[in-house]
């Protein structure tokens, strides 16, 4: 059964910058899409980044160009690099995996995702 422990989260001023952290346990990413997705409070939930198994990315409108998610399946983990960032961009960041089977697929839809990490806040504030 494979788990997803999400860090880096914290407090940071707007214009700052974070790196988030997915490691993987139970299992090898290299097979799995990897997608980030935020919760905002009281917004419905949302995929912002995702990397797929070969490499490729796609991002939501919200965050293209600030954000950039890359994966190291040597360390089984997958990061998320925020710059730029805005108030709007408070919430709790989760990361996701579904299996893809040598698929380059790369989905940012909640419902197909088949693992969750507990999620790491987000807090942008001057």
């Known amino acids: 059964q494979l788990e997803l422990a999400e860090s880096g989260g914290g407090l940071v001023q707007p214009g700052g910058s974070l790196r988030l952290s997915c490691a993987a346990s139970?299992?090898?990413?290299?097979?799995?899409?990897v997608t980030w997705f935020r919760q905002v409070s009281g917004q419905e939930r949302e995929g912002i980044a995702c990397?797929?198994?070969?490499?490729?990315?796609n991002y939501a409108d919200s965050v293209k160009g600030r954000f950039s998610v890359t994966r190291d399946n040597a360390k089984n983990t997958v990061s998320l690099q925020m710059n730029s960032l805005k108030p709007e961009d408070t919430g709790r960041y989760h990361c996701?995996?579904?299996?893809?089977?040598?698929?380059?697929?790369?989905?940012?839809?909640?419902?197909?995702?088949?693992?969750w990490g507990e999620g790491t806040l987000v807090t942008v504030s001057s």
């Open positions: 139970g299992g090898t990413l290299d097979d799995y899409a």
């Open positions: 990397v797929s198994s070969g490499g490729n990315t």
């Open positions: 996701t995996a579904v299996r893809t089977y040598g698929s380059n697929a790369c989905p940012r839809d909640e419902y197909v995702m088949s693992y």
